[in-house]
């Protein structure tokens, strides 16, 4: 273990901007990472937004600060960069609840339905998709598949979901967010007896009956943007508690509540700024793909800007 992690924050951040600039690494951060992390940050976001900001950079290295599948996705996008997680172990469970073999025996089973994943999946699962879809497009992404049939991996909730917005028929698989499953319907109750004129902000990988409690179902994206549009002054905001701090920084008018005592995803929790200066210091942990799968996985990831170009 090296001695510098024993540096104070200040002095951390002050190494981190220097070997920024030596490096011309970019930092990216996900809207659940820790508050520091974020601030720290040259962009906060959710996962596509930054892999595409990282595909344009001309940055050499992109520190992810996020999820090993995020990292991911950012290195299928630009191969020639040095793609960096800087918490190696910072996995997703819900990306490990399927794997490729898996897959290849439900897609058997159903050899008419087009395979829709969830970015929220390896590398290895978007090679086997017939397109990839983030929890922002995901209706539009199934709609515009030209068979009737979608197996849609590999997140549950996020399926059932989109089963409510179109007359596809819709393959679940089982798999789901561990975070987002700990909401209690009581706790959002409370909040709202509390403050009666809050609105519910619900993310889609949330269950069916915390779902039925929304005013609004949106990704972290479409959660920012809406509640800048409202003239509400007070949210429930039913995800990932990091997500506070993006809200709360750019709306510092307006209030922002979690129910359950606050959402924390162990993960998304892992990266400290000992670790980003370690990962800058000596370029850990880069992200490899084999080529095949990276290709392949390339055109899920492309198929879907075809079907729904971001604005
Ligand atoms: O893809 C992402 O960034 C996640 C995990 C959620 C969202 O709604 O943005």
């Not at 200040?10 to 809207?31: D, G, M, P, Y």
């Not at 983030?134 to 068979?147: G, K």
């Amino acid at each position: 273990m090296s001695l510098d992690i024993f540096l104070d924050d200040q002095e951390l951040i002050s190494r981190i901007q220097k070997l920024k600039k030596e490096r011309n690494a970019v930092i990216l951060a996900h809207s659940y990472e820790r508050p520091e992390i974020q601030d720290i940050a040259d962009y906060v976001g959710d996962s596509l937004e930054l892999s595409r900001l990282a595909a344009k950079t001309d940055a050499d290295v992109i520190v992810f600060c996020s999820v090993h599948f995020m990292a991911e996705t950012a290195k299928i996008l630009s191969p020639q960069k040095t793609v960096l997680l800087p918490a190696a172990e910072a996995g997703c469970p819900l990306a490990d609840m399927i794997t490729p073999t898996q897959l290849a025996i439900k897609k058997a089973e159903h050899p008419n339905a087009a395979v829709v994943a969830y970015v929220n999946c390896s590398a290895e699962i978007k090679a086997m998709a017939d397109v990839c879809c983030t929890s922002a497009n995901a209706v539009q992404v199934v709609d515009a598949m030209p068979q009737d049939e979608i197996l849609f991996v590999p997140d549950q909730h996020l399926g059932r979901w989109v089963q409510t917005q179109t007359d596809k028929k819709i393959i679940l698989w089982a798999g789901c967010c561990p975070t987002h499953q700990r909401m209690k319907v009581k706790d959002i109750l409370d909040l709202k007896q509390q403050y009666p004129d809050a609105e519910v902000i619900v993310h889609p990988e949330s269950n069916k009956d915390i779902c039925d409690l929304a005013n609004a179902i949106l990704s972290t994206s479409q959660m920012l943007r809406y509640c800048q549009a409202s003239e509400s002054k007070t949210f429930v905001i039913c995800t990932e508690m990091g997500m506070l701090h993006r809200l709360r920084t750019a709306m510092p008018d307006k209030t922002f509540l979690q129910p359950s005592k606050g959402l924390i995803c162990p993960n998304m929790k892992m990266t400290q700024l000992e670790d980003v200066y370690e990962s800058l210091k000596e370029l850990q942990h880069p992200i490899e793909i084999p080529e095949p799968i990276r290709i392949k996985a390339l055109q899920a990831l492309n198929g879907m800007l075809a079907a729904v170009p971001l604005k």
